[in-house]
C-alpha cells in the first residue's frame, strides 16, 4: 500500500510524507535543504580556491588575479559565480541540466580510464617496496588520501 501512495519519483521527503506525516516530511525537507546548501557551497568554495590557485600558479596571472578573485575575508566570488550557474543551469530545466550532468560524468570517466592505463603503462614495479612508507605510515596514507579526495 505505501509504494502506491508514493510517485515513481518519489524521493525522501515523499516516503517521509507518506509513512510518518506531514512534521517529519517538513523536518525531512529542511535537512535535506542543509545538506544541498552545505555540500553546493563546499565545492563552490573549493573550485574558486583551485581557479585562484591554478591562475597564480600556472599563468602567473599576477597580484590583480589574488586581488580580485581572493579578497580575504573568507569571501569567495567564484564561489558565488559557481553557485550561481548551477542555479540557472537548474532553472532552465531537467533537459538541459541532464546534458551537462551527462557530459561531467561522461568526461570523469573518460579521465579516470586515461589514468588508469597511464598508471598500468607507467608503473615501474620497484616503487611498490614498501608499500606504506615507514616515514609516514597508514596515518600519512589516510592524510594524504584525504587531501587528494576533497
Known sequence: ELSGRIPSAGSSYAY???SMGEFVAFITAACLTLEFLV?????ARSWGDKVVEWLNVELNAGPWASRILDPGY????????VSTCCTVLILCGVRESKIVTDFF???K???V?????????LLVPSNLSPFIPPEFGVAGVMRGATTSFF
Open 74 to 81: 573568507n569571501i569567495n566570488p567564484l564561489a558565488f559565480v
Open 113 to 121: 580510464l586515461f589514468m588508469a592505463i597511464g598508471g598500468f603503462v
Open 109 to 111: 570517466v573518460l579521465l
Open 39 to 43: 555540500s553546493g557551497s563546499a565545492v
Open 105 to 107: 560524468t561522461w568526461t
Open 16 to 18: 517521509a510524507h507518506e
